[in-house]
Structure formats: C-alpha cells, structure tokens
C-alpha cells in the first residue's frame, strides 16, 4: 500500500478511526490505508456478515477492529454503534462519513420516496454519524471527512436526488467547520471521481477505461480505491492541520468535463444512442 512508504507506519496509533459504510467499496479502501498506519477502526454498514468480512481484511493489516450493523438513517442504533466502538477501542478521532445510496434513474421516473432514500442515507445519514460522534471529536479535536461527488457541483443526468444529497452534504460540511472550529474539529469533503471496481461505477456505467466512455479524463484512467484513502490519510493529518471548510476533488480532472462523460456513459448503459 503506497500510503506506508510516505506515511509512518504508526502515523494513526492509538487513533481510532470511525468508517459508516466501511463493508466495501471505496470507504473500506480508507478504512484500510488508515488501518496500514496503524489506526483501530471501527467500520458500520447494513449486513453484519459483509461487516465480518472487511474486519479480517482490516485485522489483516493488522489493526484492532470493531464492526456492528448499523443502518446510518437509524440515528439511535448509530449512536449505540459509535458508543460500542468508542468503548472498544477509544474515543473517535477520525470519522468518516461514507455510507450512500445511488441509482441512476430520469427525474420523471423518481418517485418521491426514491428521492428521499437517498437524501436519507446520505445526507441525513451523514448528519447522524457527525452529530453521535460530536463529543468524542471535541474530546479528541477530530477530525470528519465527508465523501461528497461531483454531482454537488454540476446538474448529472437522472442524479436529481444524489445532487441534491451531496450539494447538502458539502454545505453542512461548511457549516460544522464553521461552528466546531472552536472546539478543534475540522471537517473537510472528498469528491471521488470514477474510481474502478467499486458499487458506484456499477450502477453508473463504468466498464474498462479505454473502452468506456470515461475515456477523455485528463489523466487517462480511472481512480483506485487506494488513491482516496491517501487523500483521506492527508486530510486526518497533522499535514492538513490548518485546513477545514474544504472539498478536496480527487478525480484525474473528469470534472473539467462537467457531467458530460457521465452523461454518454449512462445514455450509453441505458441503451439510448
Ligand atoms: C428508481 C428506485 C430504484 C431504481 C430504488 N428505488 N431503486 N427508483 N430506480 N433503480 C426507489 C424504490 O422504488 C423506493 O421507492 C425507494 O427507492 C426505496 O427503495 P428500497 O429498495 O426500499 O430502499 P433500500 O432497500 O433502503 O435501498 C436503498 C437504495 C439501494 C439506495 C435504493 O440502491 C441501496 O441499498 N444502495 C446501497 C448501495 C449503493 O447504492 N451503493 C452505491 C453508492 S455510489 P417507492 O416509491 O417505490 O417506495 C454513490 C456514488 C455517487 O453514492 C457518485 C458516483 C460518481
């Protein structure tokens, strides 16, 4: 893993690292750079055996782990779930707010509860998780990371409702960098861009990079999983101390194309010319 050869290998010892949808995918891509460093983690998600299966991948690497069901729209059992993990293995210092709910589907076709599901994991979601862990980041001076998406910024086609999630996610980051400042927490939000392998590209259209339709991003690939944990890594850091109120894009520059490489790659899964 790159991250240990420019971090040291105790970077995040003794500092126990909070993960909502750390099952798979791309948050349990930052669970285990934070675990390579010797961080304890502490990962939530729906299904207790996909749960049970990241936490060996995570013991593997060596850190101490905690893993329990919680579903983030539930804001009691979240609460229970970050207090077990906090009893586990020590106050939450990093948390991580990365569970989310997608699929693409025209605005038309949504009905309002599809629309509010997804307001509901991620953005009430994410509300939930910061608002449970809060008196252990002051007690800690913590740090939250909220994973954001491009569709905060530009309008995507058939992403009405992540848009919107995301757009409020980013301004409620804002907002708690604003308040919580005082109390030595930050709170910082990475957009990912079209990273391989993970539940969004397949829901979203991804295949190989040189045979999709991705293929005009400026560094010509596709993230890894790997590459959003480091800017995770970065943004717990000490080398990050003085920023807060941000949103770190880590996507090769698709951005730069607006939404239109999303838009042909989902034309394109739909079947339309
Ligand atoms: C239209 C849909 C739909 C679809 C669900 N709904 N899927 N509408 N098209 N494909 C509607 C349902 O009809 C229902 O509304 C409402 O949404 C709730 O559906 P449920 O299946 O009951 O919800 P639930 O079981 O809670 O599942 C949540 C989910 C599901 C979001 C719908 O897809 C899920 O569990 N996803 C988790 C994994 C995931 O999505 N990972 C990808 C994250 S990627 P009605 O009106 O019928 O009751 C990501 C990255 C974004 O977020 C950016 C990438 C670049």
């Known amino acids: 893993m790159l991250v240990t050869r420019f971090f040291p290998a105790d970077a995040f010892k003794g500092t126990t690292v909070f993960v909502t949808g750390g099952g798979s995918g791309i948050n349990l891509g930052i669970a285990k ?55 586990a293995l020590g106050p939450i210092g990093v948390l991580v707010c990365g569970a989310a709910g997608n699929f693409p589907v025209p605005a038309e076709e949504l009905s309002p509860n599809g629309f509010k599901t997804v ?36 309008p995507f086609p058939y992403q009405v409702h992540v848009g919107a999630a995301k757009a409020g996610i980013d301004m409620m980051m804002k907002n708690l960098a604003l308040e919580w400042g005082k109390y030595g927490i930050r709170a910082n939000s990475i957009v990912p861009g079209p990273i391989e392998g993970t539940e969004g590209m397949k829901r979203l259209g991804g295949g190989d990079y040189e045979s999709s339709r991705y293929r005009s991003i400026p560094l010509g690939r596709f993230g ?34 607006g939404s239109t490489l999303f838009g042909q790659a989902i034309e394109a899964m739909r079947g339309a010319p």
Do not use: W
């Open 224 to 257: 890894a999983v790997d590459e959003i944990g480091q800017a995770a890594v970065f943004l717990a850091s000490p080398l990050a101390a003085y920023i807060t109120g941000t949103v770190l894009v880590v996507d090769g520059g698709s951005n730069l194309a």
């Open 119 to 154: 307001v509901d994991i991620d953005l009430i979601g994410s509300f939930n998780a910061t608002r449970a862990a809060f008196e252990q980041l002051k007690a800690t001076k913590g740090s939250v990371i909220f994973i954001s998406a491009g569709m905060a910024y530009v």
């Open 33 to 87: 750079n934070f675990a390579a460093l010797g961080a304890n983690v502490a990962i939530c998600g729906r299904k207790q055996d996909k749960l049970d299966r990241a936490a060996e991948e995570l013991r593997a690497l060596g850190a101490k782990v905690h893993a329990e069901a919680a579903d983030v729209r539930d804001a009691a059992r979240l609460e229970t779930v970050i207090g077990n993990a906090a009893a």
